[in-house]
């Protein structure tokens, strides 16, 4: 499946640094580093595995001193690739290590290609596919949550799982199957309902963790919320109470926001990109126009929307325009200028749209403004617990699904009467999908497109 040659990169980014990485690995690892590596204080012998020796790097043509380094050797299958492993720890700085990658190299290894070093620890076994798309989503978490949600996918919580639905699976299978190689004894009544409940049961599962992506997207990659509503409602200043400080100007002209203002928030872990806008309203001033157009554009992209009403004033055909506009959105009304005596009650509101959720606050006061974090908190994760374990990746979110409607379609076969072969190639099917998540079936083209991802020396 793979060459088994030799490969080497520099693990660390290029620039200055303390530390520079090479990483070799492959079977001629340890005799480059035994050609190219001098112990200091004149020791030598052979070198243990998963120890750190000090000495330096020296060019065998010329014998002159390229660099005082650490060298480790992690024999296999002790190591990350499952392969000898050589890291020789030089200086920092592109110029040192690029010169120790050259000699490497020279001595006969080859330059890796992206995600090299993680494709073989997954062809020798030591990840699985799942797990090894996790040391991606880990090297390139921004947040606390998507480091953990990765770092528990990197030590195989999902993959634990999705065998455990793989075992349920089989079992299916065998019973579907005894009734193919026994066809004289036809599956009971009975039994065929209990098969077919048991199938549904499963999609069910299958579903669920699939549902778990949404969650796990918002925290690995953050949720944006767009406030919007009518001018002079007071959405710079809820964006300004939200955020605690004075981030954004605040007149009692309306029309003061032009352009899209954009601020992050942490709400308990989750990380929000929120979005003030301009007001929305008909207007001839041009560079108000824009701003309005932006807006609406800034809005279609939120994952959710704060809609925000001035509680101190009558509701207007503009207020109802804006609710109006974010219908198909998951949105949060906002009632706004709550320390002023209120103009209108939230019936009005409710008879428009009786899904909005409702949250009184005074910007001016602050008041308020913690309830309304935690309750867009829990409508941007759906009022979801956190789950046992989350679907991060895509990849493993369209084969969960496509296995749950492979099992609908076997369960819906074998419920009409159908004969158990039509079921058995669902369940195979539904069983390869599952496969795949882990890497028990796969094909070239599916591991050249997740290791393309990687970086070079990973
Ligand atoms: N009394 C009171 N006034 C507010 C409150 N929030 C905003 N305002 C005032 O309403 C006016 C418009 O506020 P602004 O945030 O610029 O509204 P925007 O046009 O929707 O961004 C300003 O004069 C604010 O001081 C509030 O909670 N209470
Ligand atoms: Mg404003």
């Known amino acids: 499946m793979y060459e088994q040659d030799t490969i080497a990169a520099i693990a660390t980014p290029p620039g200055e640094g303390g530390v520079a990485i090479v990483r070799v690995s492959g079977r001629d690892a340890e005799p480059i580093a035994t050609r190219i590596f001098t112990r200091s204080r004149g ?3 052979k070198l243990k595995s998963h120890m750190l020796y000090h000495g330096s790097i020296r060019d065998p043509q010329t014998e002159s ?6 060298l480790t050797i992690m024999r296999q299958p002790r190591s990350y ?20 990658l050259g000699l490497v190299l020279v001595e006969g290894a080859r330059q890796a290609e992206a995600g090299e070093f993680t494709k073989r620890a997954f062809l020798n076994g030591k990840l699985d596919l799942a797990q090894a798309e996790a040391v991606l989503d880990l090297i390139r978490a921004r947040t606390v949550k998507g480091a953990e949600l990765a770092l528990n996918q990197a030590s195989g919580a999902l993959s634990k799982h999705v065998g455990e639905l793989r075992e349920e699976l089989l079992d299916i299978l ?15 009544l009975l039994q065929r309902s209990r098969l077919v409940e048991k199938i549904f049961g499963l999609a069910d599962k299958i579903n669920a963790i699939s549902a778990t992506y949404e969650w796990g997207r918002l925290f690995r990659e953050g949720a944006q ?7 002079n409602v007071g959405k710079s200043s809820l964006l300004n109470a939200l955020l605690g400080e004075a981030r954004v100007i605040v007149t009692p002209i309306p029309g003061t926001t032009r352009d899209v203002i954009e601020e992050s928030l942490n709400l308990a872990g989750l990380p929000v990109v929120i979005w003030d806008t301009a007001g929305m309203r008909e207007t001839s001033d041009q560079v108000e126009q824009l701003g ?6 800034y809005l279609e992209k939120a994952d959710a929307a704060i809609v925000v009403f001035d509680g101190s004033e009558k509701l207007t055909a503009g207020d109802f325009a804006v609710l109006d506009s974010v219908r198909e959105k998951k949105r949060l009304v906002v009632i706004n200028k709550n320390d002023l005596p209120m103009a209108f009650s939230v019936d009005q509101i409710q ?57 609908a379609q076997a369960a819906n076969t074998l419920g009409s009467g159908l004969p158990p072969e039509l079921a058995a190639v669902n369940l195979n099917e539904a069983r390869e999908a599952l496969e795949e998540i882990i890497g028990m079936v796969n094909n070239d083209d599916i ?12």
């Open 65 to 70: 001193v390229v660099d005082e380094v650490l």
């Open 351 to 407: 008879r428009q749209d009786a899904a909005a959720e409702l949250v009184l606050v005074s910007a001016k006061s602050g008041d308020g403004i913690d309830l309304l974090k935690s309750t867009l908190r829990s409508s941007l994760l759906n009022y979801q617990a956190e789950p046992v374990v989350a679907v991060t990746n895509i990849r493993h979110r369209s084969d969960l699904l496509r296995s749950a409607d492979s099992l």
């Open 292 to 297: 309005v157009e932006l807006a609406r554009q």
């Open 43 to 45: 020791k030598n012998g």
């Open 447 to 458: 591991l050249e497109r997740i290791f393309a991802n990687f970086c070079v020396g990973k």
């Open 81 to 100: 690739t499952g392969e000898d492993v050589v890291e020789v720890h030089c200086h920092g700085g592109a110029f040192l290590s690029r010169q120790i």
């Open 225 to 231: 919320v767009c406030i919007c509503g009518r001018p």
């Open 174 to 188: 065998v019973q579907v199957e005894a009734a193919i190689d026994f066809p004289d004894e036809d599956i009971e």
